[in-house]
């Protein structure tokens, strides 16, 4: 054994040594910058990514908050159209015919799709309720008015909050109103509304409140 001898053992590190200084020069400059042109790639790549990935986030996120502002104004102004034709609508005198033009009005448009529009008298029971349904609008009988849910009555205390020209807006609710129809005379609809209430003055006393109802797919529209 070479050990036996005195001689060290041969190893695998010692071969590969002894392969190294015998190899030509061309080999021993590929063993030399392969491993260093491997390692400066690996830190190149790392670098690149991590800055990449810093700036495609702040990218995206600044992308996102002018998105939300681009949208939040689109629905601010949406809105703000939607109130001034509220207050617009309460100088008027109020008639059976004045809401269904409103509604008719704004059907052939094709501007904002109110479906609903209603006067609610403070101090009697002549109440206009009117009711869209795409090409169709109906007036909704003064007995069938309380099945409405939510029920425009339940307004009142809001109302007494307000001044002219000011305005109450509900949050998105599922509005429940009857569309009697002469083949369908209990056909009952149900969607999804933004109420906007404002009220109506008369002699220096509220006569009563105009309301609209907004349907809420056009701020759906406006979201996608």
């Keep these: 054994m070479r050990w036996l001898r005195g001689e060290a053992p041969d190893s695998s590190f010692e071969r590969l040594l002894n392969a190294f200084r015998t190899s030509s020069w061309k080999t021993r400059l590929m063993v030399g910058l392969i491993p260093p042109v491997v390692i400066i790639m690996i830190i190149t790549g790392y670098v690149t990514y991590y800055f990449s990935k810093q700036s495609i986030s702040t990218a995206v996120e600044r992308t996102t908050r002018l998105q939300t502002v681009a949208v939040g104004n689109e629905i601010e102004v949406l809105l703000d ?40 008298a403070q101090k009697s029971a002549e109440h206009l309720v009117y009711v869209a349904k795409g090409g169709q609008i109906a007036q909704i009988p003064n007995h069938l008015i309380s099945s409405i849910r939510p029920n425009p009555f339940t ?26 129809e002469p083949d369908n005379p209990n056909q009952k609809l149900v969607r999804k509304v933004m109420r906007m209430v404002t009220p109506c003055w008369g002699e220096g006393s509220p006569a009563g409140y105009l309301m609209i109802s907004i349907d809420a797919r056009s701020l759906r529209n406006i979201l996608s």
């Design 155 to 180: 307004y009142y205390d809001e109302v007494a909050k307000l001044s002219p020209r000011q305005v109450w807006l509900s949050p998105i609710v599922e509005v429940e109103s009857p569309f009697p």
């Design 81 to 120: 159209r939607c109130r001034q034709d509220l207050c617009n609508l309460a100088q008027e005198t109020v008639t059976a015919g004045m809401l269904q033009r409103f509604l008719a009005r704004h059907q052939v448009s094709g501007g904002i799709e109110y479906i609903e529009a209603a006067f609610i």
